[in-house]
């Protein structure tokens, strides 16, 4: 029943006030590295706030006498001790978790114990009351507001039920007890408050202490952390106050707004979403209204604190719409540089197919013009196999010209024997396989290990049929995601050291060093690049040529753009004039570049039965993915390429974005803080390939998505791509699909001769700065949604044209003319004859 009011009404409006401001603002400051030390001292303030209380209330306790509720001036000591531990329970989860989605919950629970002990309060008059003080009807906004916060990762529901439970030791052993039929813990709060915050405090230091121990010392701000403290002391403080007067129950729904209120709402998916989030918060406060008595005045006043999310949410709209209309200031006489580039991609694919040879004679010459040499022996049976495969590539294959032939300073023999020597090397971790051409079947052996990554299944499917067609080959093959091979300049090298290599394990520190020590004196042999048109860019680094974009030894900046460099999971690099095949490779290394067998798992491979038409996806860019890409033991982890493109989505550091925009009538970059997320669903799904304490810092600082089906990016219009420990396994499904895959690497494949950008892909910069700018003309803009359906539409047909597994087979076999070539026996060290 309502307890007999002894306190002035205004008060009692004011105190609710007070706590949920201090509530709400202990929400904003926080941060998981504070947590424990703000709520030691928390604990630690508490006390001094509830005797000074007495003191200004001369020594005598004018608080009215709660029916049922304990007399004696102590608790036992077993209950203080599980209030405790529900506290420190709950600090620890949240500091590494941070996990809050099943916390509504315990609105609904309290109000069912409540009633079950005999202590529910008569319901108030006002319009909330049925939603705010019957079970059900709080059950329902709990349900609601759960959904609302959840992300339905199976660790985080698992750690936010734990950190419910806690939270729910706590509030009911702070209800009055109707009775003693229930073995729960039983405290009065301001009596029990010293011998309680001792107990605390020390399981928050004892948890403080191992966590120091096991991760890191946490640098803290002590400004920061005093702030913090005494706000969650204040906020129990005021929260003990209303609670006397009405239920701890309303401890719960300020908590629930307290989160709802301060969640970002720049960052949701939709619309529909952060709409939820300010329902929830003004549900939680209409809760908190309702539980004040009748008698409390101004307490309709506390339904200003709806404006700390509904203001914002307004502001985010406002935003959206005036970065739409900002984006709608190219046309026909002010073309946007996406436009330009599309147009100067398309003629040079138009003359990549033109200018392909349409007999073998013409085969030859061209080869003869780009190379300088004679095509290897089998070459016209090659020629003729691509022309029964229908392959719309003849010519370009200079990627396995700029890998073959530095390896021409041996002789074959000296190839033969150096493959010997790196496999017996120990630990060198390659494999060595043989193809047997009378049977087209190959076999690859490796000194510790069995499963080789589906090599020899890879070989055997694209060259099925192959019976006496090749020779006999030996080759090797990298084990690891992360190229191998970097090949000495032409400079440093002397003739009697060709035969020489070394195998260095460079795995988890900086390699940058290592990969770019030729740049200044290599020069690769090849054929002249096309020249790119120049376009205005305004200052952002859209990609206009992709082989300058991804050269290293142009862009010593990268050093600290990408985890391969930084703190590669596995890196044994070979030096030395070494034929091997890898499947991705930076522009200063020498593997020899092969179709990954990714390409053809069945995980990675396109389902066109779960593709949808362009018109029912989602207006977004989507990525799920997990941390690969380098191994975090270290601080510099934010600067890894796929947290980096994370980071920048999330919004994490409140950085600053760049856009076009139209100022004093000409086009300008400008900076803004505000991103759009609705047009982002990006997130990681998994952490790991990081010490502990770092995968703790990733947890904390990024959000965590659940569990994606692997063929959700079907359903959005753009698709983003990028490396991770070595090339993306999923980069020919997005292809094939009809979304629009926008492209980060700085791999090279062996697909670059033939997959050209801004017409099949669209190509991002390591900076990312233009990314902004690229998902909101590509979504936001008719011109800009019309290019990025062609784009995918032009990358869908080009996949079924020129990615195929037949066209796997044209490069495999003209590869492994090559390699032929290249080890027999009877070549010496030296460059082909010319004819």
């Not at 200003?304 to 209309?325: H, K």
């Not at 090298?493 to 070394?502: G, I, P, Q, V």
């Not at 998505?705 to 959700?712: C, E, L, R, S």
């Amino acid at each position: 029943m309502w307890l007999p009011w002894t306190v002035n009404a205004e008060l009692l409006s004011g105190y609710a006030a007070a706590a949920m401001l201090c509530a709400t603002l202990t929400q904003w400051l926080s941060s998981p590295g504070l947590e424990i030390y703000s709520e030691i001292l928390c604990w630690a303030i508490l006390p001094i706030l509830i005797r000074c209380q007495k003191k200004l209330e001369h020594g005598s306790l004018q608080q009215p006498a709660v029916y049922g509720e304990p007399n004696a001036l102590s608790s036992p000591s077993s209950s203080l001790w599980f209030f405790a531990a529900g506290i420190a329970v709950f600090a620890f989860i949240k500091m590494e978790t941070g996990a809050i989605q099943f916390l509504p919950i315990l609105t609904p629970l309290l109000l069912a114990t409540q009633r079950y002990l005999g202590s529910a309060s008569k319901l108030p008059a006002g319009p909330f009351s049925l939603l705010s003080k019957s079970t059900c009807g709080a059950a329902l906004i709990s349900l609601f507001t759960i959904f609302t916060f959840s992300n339905w990762t199976i660790q985080i529901s698992l750690s936010s039920i734990a950190l419910a439970s806690a939270l729910f030791i706590v509030y009911a052993a702070l209800l009055p007890k109707g009775g003693t039929f229930l073995c729960l813990p039983s405290i009065n709060f301001e009596r029990a408050i010293r011998p309680l915050s001792v107990r605390i405090v020390i399981l928050l230091f004892i948890i403080l202490c191992i966590s120091t121990i096991l991760t890191r010392i946490f640098s803290v701000n002590p400004f920061h952390v005093l702030l913090l403290g005494l706000l969650k002391a204040l906020s129990w403080y005021f929260a003990a106050k209303v609670a006397q007067n009405t239920s701890w129950v309303i401890a719960t729904t300020i908590t629930t707004f307290s989160i709802a209120s301060t969640s970002n709402l720049y960052n949701k998916a939709s619309n529909t979403e952060a709409a939820a989030w300010v329902l929830a918060a003004a549900m939680a406060l209409g809760q908190v209204i309702s539980s004040l008595p009748k008698q409390a005045k101004y307490k309709s006043l506390l339904w200003m604190f709806g404006l700390i999310s509904f203001v914002p949410f307004l502001r985010n709209l406002w935003m959206i719409r005036d970065m739409q209309q900002s984006a709608k200031v190219f046309g026909p006489e002010q073309e946007h540089p996406v436009e330009t580039l599309v147009r100067s991609s398309k003629i040079h694919f138009e003359n990549l197919l033109k200018r392909q040879s349409k007999n073998y004679q013409q085969a030859v010459t061209e080869y003869q013009r780009r190379y300088g040499v004679n095509p290897p022996p089998g070459f016209e049976a090659w020629y003729e196999y691509a022309i029964s495969r229908q392959s719309p590539i003849i010519d370009d294959f200079d990627a396995i010209y700029q890998a073959i032939s530095p390896l021409w300073r041996l002789s074959g023999q000296q190839v033969l024997e150096i493959m010997n020597q790196v496999y017996y090397t120990p630990k060198s971790e390659v494999w060595f396989c043989m193809y047997y051409g009378a049977y087209a079947q190959t076999r690859c052996m490796h000194p510790n290990r069995i499963y080789d990554r589906h090599i020899e299944y890879q070989f055997d499917r694209l060259l099925w049929g192959f019976n006496g067609v090749l020779p006999d080959i030996r080759f090797l093959f990298n084990h690891f995601d992360e190229p191998r091979i970097l090949i000495p300049a032409w400079e440093v090298e002397k003739a009697d050291s060709y035969s020489l290599f070394n195998v260095r394990n460079m795995s988890r520190q900086p390699v940058w060093d290592e990969v770019t020590k030729f740049c200044s004196l290599k020069k690769k042999p090849g054929i002249a690049e096309e020249v790119q048109m120049p376009i205005e860019a305004f200052d952002m680094p859209f990609v206009a040529n992709r082989s300058s974009a991804i050269d290293l030894c142009e862009h010593p900046e990268y050093r600290n753009m990408h985890g391969l460099f930084m703190s590669p999971v596995t890196f044994s690099l070979v030096e030395g004039l070494v034929p091997a095949l890898s499947t991705g490779s930076p522009s200063p290394m020498g593997d020899i570049l092969f179709p990954s067998p990714a390409y053809i798992e069945e995980e990675f491979t396109y389902d066109d039965t779960r593709e949808i038409s362009w018109e029912e996806k989602k207006n977004n860019l989507y990525w799920a993915g997990s941390t690969t890409g380098a191994f975090a033991s270290d601080a510099s982890w934010p600067s890894y390429h796929r947290q980096r493109f994370v980071r920048l989505v999330q919004n994490t550091e409140c950085q600053k974005y760049h856009y076009l925009r139209l100022v004093s009538g000409t086009i300008q970059r400008v900076a803004s803080s505000f991103l759009n997320g609705r047009l982002f669903d990006v997130a990681f799904t998994r952490i790991f390939q990081c010490e502990t304490k770092y995968c703790r810092d990733q947890a904390r600082t990024l959000k965590i998505g659940g569990w994606a089906d692997k063929d959700k990016a079907l359903q959005s219009r753009l698709v983003f791509d990028l490396d991770g420990n070595g090339i993306s396994g999923r980069y020919y499904k997005l292809l094939a699909s009809k979304s629009a895959p926008l492209k980060q690497t700085l791999l090279r494949e062996w697909h670059d001769d033939r997959l050209v950008p801004w017409v099949h892909y669209i190509p991002v910069s390591q900076s990312l700065e233009e990314l902004p700018e690229i998902v909101l003309y590509l979504t936001s803009t008719q011109s800009g949604q019309q290019r990025a359906r062609e784009i995918a539409e032009q990358g869908r047909d080009w996949f079924f044209k020129a990615l195929r597994e037949a066209d796997m087979s044209v490069y495999t076999y003209r590869l492994l003319l090559e390699l032929a070539r290249l080890q027999d026996p009877s070549r010496p060290a030296g460059f082909p004859a010319t004819g």
